[in-house]
């Protein structure tokens, strides 16, 4: 299977790559999603501008109170690299398979924006900024308002996401991933799958970000329950009762991998492990 | 386009349309049949070769992409007529059936032992997730891959199955 041609360039800085996009361009890093798209001839970009010849973003960097990790991270990186915090090491490790986390990037994956990735449950859950850049500066853009729909960002055409912004773990906080994969057990993408941060004093549940992945229209918080984990003291119980608001706000979708029902199922118990995982990990 | 890599310790240079795919310029400008294409969307890791090191699944790369970079093929694995130990552990615990993942599953299994010289069963089977068996011979692969270990190790490799080895 061969894509349909299409021009190639190869930038070696960011100012040539904005130079190269326009209508019909897309950005590829590792293409571990894109080419596929291609090969299978459901997306025929006119110009593929490939950024992995660019220095200078294949590094995680230390900024103090956050890290950066750049768009030529790879997976593999994300997973190993022990600066990342737990929920979007773990949807790293837990992306694709070897091969693919040796060429696919963390960024790369979150501009995808597939409703079944895990990294985007990840940064969600982390408090994630995107840092889009074009030739006429720079956004920054919360993970929250990032996904707009079934692999649809809220990236420009004229942008690219050069990284990506997560606060370190602080004291008292935790986070955690979880899912149940297509092909069973946790290999291939999210049937459905959860991602929560939490961060805990006095022993009570002080803020909290959970994030849902495979079950809805796009990756999403799920702001309910959040709401009704912080003040609790983190018990089983509190946890189970604040899980059965995994779905408010959501519109699960029913796909070859399972339906609604069943689906809506899986978000609670998804949402019981990794909240219960972050707590733990604290 | 015109690109320049290394393949099995030899340069070489082809132009190439930018579609083509890094499977289909080993397979068919350079001649190396041994690395397969089997479901070319991405899953089934037959086509897995190591770029700089690493396996990568070469029906997901643009031949492009690998330009200047070191390419290893499941020809570029037994030096001198020696099999590489990974070959020799699927020849001595009969880890192949039809054959066509073999290839794919020796460089998958050969990365994971650079990188873990003694893995357990477990990490055995997760380190070849990315490839497929479609025989679903996977007990006998993960015997030859422990045997491959063991002989890297320096060891001798644990009985087969049928001489009574667990």
New interface residues.
């Given amino acids: ?8 360039v ?1 930038p070696g800085s960011l100012d040539e790559a904005f130079g190269a996009l326009g209508d019909t361009s897309k950005v590829m890093a590792g ?2 999603s894109l ?2 798209l ?3 001839r459901l997306f025929s970009p006119g110009t ?1 501008v ?1 950024i ?1 010849r660019i220095g200078g973003l294949d590094t995680i960097d230390d900024h103090g109170d956050h890290i950066s990790i750049g768009a030529l991270v790879r997976h593999a990186e994300t997973a190993s690299s022990g600066a990342v915090p737990t929920a979007l090491a773990t949807a790293a490790s837990l992306t ?5 986390r ?2 696919g990037t963390t960024c790369g994956a979150l501009a995808h924006a597939d409703v079944a990735a895990d990294q985007p449950a990840g940064a969600l859950a982390c408090g994630a900024v995107m840092v889009a850049q074009s030739a006429s500066g720079t956004r920054e853009i919360p993970a929250s308002e990032f996904f707009v729909d079934a692999l649809t960002s809220a990236l420009h055409h004229d942008e690219i996401l050069t990284s990506v912004k997560i606060p370190k773990a602080g004291d008292g906080e935790g986070s955690a991933y979880d899912k149940l994969g297509r092909r069973g057990g946790r ?1 291939d993408y999210a049937v459905a799958g959860a991602a929560a941060w939490v961060k805990k004093s006095n022993g009570s549940i002080e803020a909290a970000r959970v994030a849902l992945t495979g079950v809805g229209t796009k990756p999403q918080l799920a702001d309910g329950v959040a709401e009704a984990l912080v003040g609790t003291d983190g018990s089983d119980g509190a946890v189970e009762a604040a899980a059965d608001r995994a779905l408010e706000g959501v519109t699960v979708l029913e796909d070859l991998y399972g339906s609604e029902e069943y689906k809506s199922h899986l978000a609670k118990v998804y949402v019981t492990r990794a909240v219960k995982q972050a707590l733990a990990n604290i | 386009m015109q690109v320049s890599m290394t393949v099995n310790g030899r340069d070489v240079s082809a132009d190439v349309e930018p579609r083509t795919l890094l499977v289909h310029f080993i397979r068919e400008e350079l001649r190396l049949t041994g690395t397969h294409v089997g479901c070319e969307t991405g899953y089934c890791g037959a086509c897995t070769v190591h770029v700089d090191g690493k396996p990568i699944k070469s029906c997901t790369m643009l031949a492009v992409q690998a330009d200047g970079a070191t390419v290893t093929t499941i020809e570029g694995m037994a030096s001198n007529g020696e099999l590489h130990p990974v070959q020799e552990g699927f020849w001595e615990r009969h880890g192949l059936q039809c054959g066509f993942c073999t290839p794919g599953m020796i460089m998958s299994a050969a990365a994971l032992l650079e990188e873990n010289e003694n893995p357990s069963e477990d990490e055995i089977r997760h380190g070849i997730e990315g490839n497929l068996c479609r025989c679903t011979g996977y007990h006998n692969i993960v015997r030859a891959v422990e045997y491959a270990g063991a002989k890297m190790r320096g060891e001798e490799p644990p009985a087969p199955d049928w001489e009574g080895g667990d």
Avoid: E, L
């Avoid at chain 1, 299977?1 to 190639?8: S, W």
């Avoid at chain 1, 694709?96 to 693919?100: A, I, N, P």
């Fill in positions: 299977m061969y894509p349909r041609q299409f021009d190639y190869a293409g571990m080419i596929p291609m090969k299978m593929v490939d992995g694709g398979d070897v091969q693919v040796n060429r290999s």
